[in-house]
């Protein structure tokens, strides 16, 4: 059973009767009816019950009318608002009047054309009975592909007829099926192993801004770094002298061969983790790095010229503490009423407030990308610095990378877009510093004495619930390829892992997530495993190996729940950097 057109006032009748049979179904929804505010949360429900939600287009036009970018505008704004909804984007479309040909098909953003083969005609509405002898009409046990509509104009006859319909073809031993949907595979598999411990470092510390500032360019000189060879940074001259690790923004540019980046404390040997994969172009991740001595090294598993940004850096002397937040969209440049299809011109600014914060810590993502490019993210105070936080190519339906990033005295944060495309930001942590301690009045020197060590005793007890990083030895907790962390095998859509750890409930573990052998798109979601899982994700993945920044709460009996959701399944990865605690 498919249904085109909605949502519509006609949608929850019809979900009534399909959940009241057990009947899935797939239903061609249109993006502008999905952002409408009176029908479009009828979307959630489809997919919570286990529908598959898939595209109609944006607003109904004839496709075949349409010059190229259009169309492909019409399908990514369809698969925009359906993703905004569910967190899942669609794999297959049904052209506006079944009206479609080559060239919509080559523009159809690789999504798969579902077309029908029983159609009721119950949008000219003859009548229920008609309807449901022209949905029943030649069932003989091949399989069926009924058109239907709950959207698009008056539909009280189209839910007349759907109990009748769905008895007719029980009766005659059909079994109902949804398009598109994810295959049902096995669970990925638990292990009896022990969780990886995650060993401090260094002392607790807090964030210290500063100027966002490239500390390593290798194409200054032209010559790419070596595979296999450590570049080792002095950055003394640029950071607090007692800083224990560094929020780094690191790039990849013209890798040679595909691979991965590996940053880490000189200190601590050769790494056993990985903050950034590459396949092709330029690929930006974030990564905390331990100092030692002055000092950060950075290894490649290919020949590529290599950047090195930094943003901030975590120290004692450090005044700032983290507070997560729940995840929140700060901006999206697709609401500021530009027309269709006309993205961020190269060269905006765009500026976002977050007004009582330091800093933050935030994911921005490039989609509708028009041409190869990349993002810069500032304090709007200072002069636009020359570093970058994400690189985007028109290849990619959407990219993103989190990071942490400094705030002007306003709160304000700048970015700067090379290349068309829109901007989206989401906040998943801010950065502010403690209220002032209370002062003591000292009557005697010996009341003062004992005042003073009751303050020393005390002098974090008015933190705020701030939390507070403690620096680690980077470690893989998690490794499903190979067992690591007690799980082992492919994480498929809809399934959930729970991973053990060492550390404390409800500290925030503070790592780079990452998904490898992807077969389609998907994304995961990380949270401490109670209650349901946040709408938005971690990390979004197509076919490439992708990692990204992560900081997640720990549940209370120090677990860590990973979640997938989308078509694409994925071997998953997590190395933890270390993890914000109470001081």
């Given at each position: 059973m498919t249904f085109d057109d909605g949502p519509s006032p006609y949608t929850a009748s019809i979900l009534d009767i399909l959940a009241e049979y057990d009947v899935p179904a797939t239903f061609f929804v249109l993006g502008a009816a999905v952002d409408g505010q009176r029908h479009g949360s009828l979307v959630e429900r489809m997919h919570r019950e286990g529908h598959s939600v898939q595209n109609h287009s944006y607003r109904h036009p004839f496709l075949t009318r349409l010059s190229d970018s259009d169309i492909r505008n019409e399908f990514q704004r369809g698969n925009d608002a359906v993703e905004r909804r569910i967190g899942v984007r669609p794999t297959c479309y049904r052209p506006p009047?079944?009206?479609?040909?080559?060239?919509?098909?080559?523009?159809?953003?690789?999504?798969?054309?579902?077309?029908?083969?029983?159609d009721t005609r119950d949008?000219?509405?003859?009548?229920?009975?008609?309807?449901?002898?022209?949905?029943?009409?030649?069932?003989?046990?091949?399989?069926?592909?009924?058109?239907?509509?709950?959207?698009?104009?008056?539909?009280?006859?189209?839910?007349?007829?759907?109990?009748?319909?769905?008895?007719?073809?029980?009766?005659?031993?059909?079994?109902?099926?949804?398009?598109?949907?994810?295959?049902?595979r096995a669970p990925v598999q638990a292990i009896e192993r022990a969780p990886v411990p995650v060993e401090s470092n260094g002392p607790s510390a807090g964030l210290h801004v500063i100027d966002p500032i490239r500390v390593f360019d290798s194409r200054v000189d032209g010559t790419p770094v070596d595979a296999a060879t450590v570049t080792r940074l002095d950055i003394g001259d640029v950071v607090p002298h007692d800083s224990t690790a560094v929020v780094a923004q690191i790039t990849a540019v013209d890798p040679e061969s595909p691979g991965f980046v590996s940053p880490f404390r000189c200190g601590d040997g050769?790494?056993?983790?990985?903050?950034?994969?590459?396949?092709?172009?330029?690929?930006?991740?974030?990564?905390?790095?331990?100092?030692?001595?002055?000092?950060?090294?950075?290894?490649?598993?290919?020949?590529?010229?290599?950047?090195?940004?930094?943003?901030?850096?975590?120290?004692?002397?450090?005044?700032?503490?983290?507070?997560?937040?729940?995840?929140?969209?700060a901006f999206d440049s697709r609401t500021d009423g530009r027309p269709p299809g006309d993205p961020l011109a190269s060269g905006t600014i765009s500026r976002v407030e977050l007004p009582g914060q330091r800093a933050a810590f935030v994911n921005v993502t490039a989609t509708q990308i028009a041409d190869a490019g990349f993002v810069t993210a500032w304090p709007c105070a200072l002069e636009r610095p020359e570093t970058s936080v994400l690189n985007f190519e028109p290849a990619s339906s959407a990219v993103a990378n989190s990071f942490i990033v400094p705030l002007d005295d306003d709160g304000a944060l700048c970015f700067y877009n090379a290349g068309a495309t829109e901007l989206i930001v989401d906040v998943f942590g801010a950065f502010a510093a403690p209220p002032p301690s209370p002062t003591t009045n000292d009557e005697n020197d010996e009341n003062g004495e004992k005042a003073d060590h009751e303050?020393?005793?005390?002098?974090?007890?008015?933190?705020?619930?701030?939390?507070?990083?403690?620096?680690?030895v980077s470690a893989r907790v998690l490794d499903t390829r190979d067992g690591t962390g007690g799980w082992e095998g492919f994480l498929h859509p809809a399934a959930e892992l729970r991973l053990r750890t060492t550390l404390a409930p409800a500290s925030v573990?503070?790592?780079?997530?990452?998904?490898?052998?992807?077969?389609?798109?998907?994304?995961?979601?990380?949270?401490?495993?109670?209650?349901?899982?946040?709408?938005?994700?971690?990390?979004?993945?197509?076919?490439?190996d992708i990692a990204n920044l992560v900081a997640v709460e720990v549940g209370e009996d120090g677990h860590i729940v990973i979640g997938a959701g989308g078509l694409g399944s994925a071997q998953v990865l997590l190395d933890l950097q270390g993890w914000f605690e109470p001081r």
């Open positions: 009047y079944g009206a479609t040909s080559a060239r919509v098909r080559a523009n159809a953003l690789g999504m798969t054309e579902i077309m029908w083969d029983v949008f000219m509405r003859p009548g229920a009975g008609v309807i449901v002898s022209r949905a029943l009409s030649g069932a003989d046990g091949r399989p069926r592909n009924v058109l239907m509509h709950d959207g698009g104009g008056p539909r009280e006859q189209t839910v007349a007829a759907l109990r009748p319909i769905i008895e007719g073809y029980l009766a005659r031993g059909y079994e109902f099926i949804s398009l598109c949907a994810p295959p049902r050769d790494p056993t983790t990985s903050a950034l994969n590459i396949s092709s172009g330029a690929v930006a991740a974030s990564a905390i790095i331990g100092v030692d001595d002055g000092e950060i090294c950075v290894v490649t598993s290919m020949r590529s010229h290599l950047l090195v940004d930094l943003t901030a850096t975590f120290g004692p002397g450090g005044e700032l503490g983290f507070r997560p937040v729940r995840p929140d969209r303050n020393a005793n005390d002098e974090h007890a008015n933190d705020d619930g701030l939390l507070w990083f403690r620096p680690a573990g503070l790592g780079t997530i990452t998904a490898t052998r992807t077969d389609r798109p998907g994304h995961l979601t990380l949270w401490r495993g109670a209650g349901d899982p946040p709408p938005t994700s971690n990390l979004n993945y197509d076919r490439d």
